[in-house]
């Protein structure tokens, strides 16, 4: 997500100057169109794109509208779909872009309203899968947030790259609360519970005492039974086998020198 100072400080400075324009905007009760205005301008001053020649205006394909599309070097970035700084942003409104995204093969979408930016990451499948990397209020945003510069860093004219947005994805999925609500149950956190239980107190816990506990009494709710918590326990279980692979191929290295040692000594 790295991005040099001198970006990272007029994201900073753009922020803080957009936290007055926004809170004005909200004040006005500004309709759809004046916050696609501010949502340009703010593409333009803080993440560094032309807005005459990177970002598009309203986009129609097979019927499908999108507000903007930034695009550089003839390939599409990001898509964004707007709404009014009023509108309380929901999952429903990214569906647009979403089939947008879809027809034009775009994994990156938007959703603002010019105070709260949702990034989505898409996987194309059937059906679609969207992932939601990062969420901000700019309103009420730390300006200066290393976390909050990375994260509009990825988007910037500077900062983008299709490596640097899947490391934010891969950064914002493993350091989620549903994930490591995940982790926390899986059979080898148990183990490692119950063996630190044992070590202290010589008590042994049953394990299905102590997931019950955990996963009802411990974890919140949300972290266990909503469509996040799921996904991430798909994750991790994904997380998982990639890990179990490369130990696997790791060990296989040294039968793979033995035999080539073997075949060279033979020849």
């Known amino acids: 997500m790295g991005v040099s100072g001198k970006v990272s400080a007029r994201i900073s400075a753009q922020l803080k100057k957009y936290q007055k324009v926004l809170e004005t ?3 006005r009760d500004i309709g759809e169109a004046d916050t696609v205005t501010i949502i340009t301008d703010f593409l333009c001053d803080a993440l ?31 898509l964004i779909e707007a709404k009014a700084i009023g509108v309380e942003l929901k999952d429903s409104h990214v569906k647009q872009a979403v089939d947008y995204a879809a027809n034009e093969g775009v994994s990156w979408v938007v959703l603002s309203n010019g105070a709260i930016w949702r990034l989505y990451n898409l996987k194309f499948g059937k059906p679609i899968d969207k992932t ?15 976390d909050v510069v990375g994260c509009f860093g990825s988007l910037s ?28 149950r899986t059979d080898k956190m148990l183990e490692a519970i119950r063996k630190e239980v044992r070590r202290l107190s010589g008590l042994r ?3 299905e005492y102590l ?10 709710r949300e972290l266990v039974d909503s469509e996040e918590a799921q996904a991430a326990t798909a994750y991790v279980k994904k997380l998982k086998k990639a890990s179990e692979r490369e130990k696997a191929e790791a060990a296989n290295v040294p039968n793979e020198v033995a035999a080539a040692q073997a075949t060279l000594q033979t020849t």
């Open 25 to 27: 905007a909200k004040q």
């Open 48 to 78: 560094g794109y032309d807005k005459y020649k990177e970002v598009s205006s309203e986009h129609a394909i097979r019927g499908t509208y999108v507000d903007r599309v930034v695009t550089v070097d003839n390939k599409k970035r990001f």
């Open 132 to 146: 939601l990397v990062f969420e901000i209020d700019v309103l009420s945003c730390d300006c200066k947030s290393d």
């Open 157 to 184: 004219a500077e900062g983008y790259s299709k490596d640097s947005l899947t490391e934010l994805l891969t950064e914002k999925q493993t350091s989620s609360k549903y994930t490591i609500a995940a982790i926390l």
């Open 205 to 207: 816990l049953d394990p």
């Open 211 to 220: 997931s019950s506990l955990l996963e009802n009494e411990i974890v919140k």
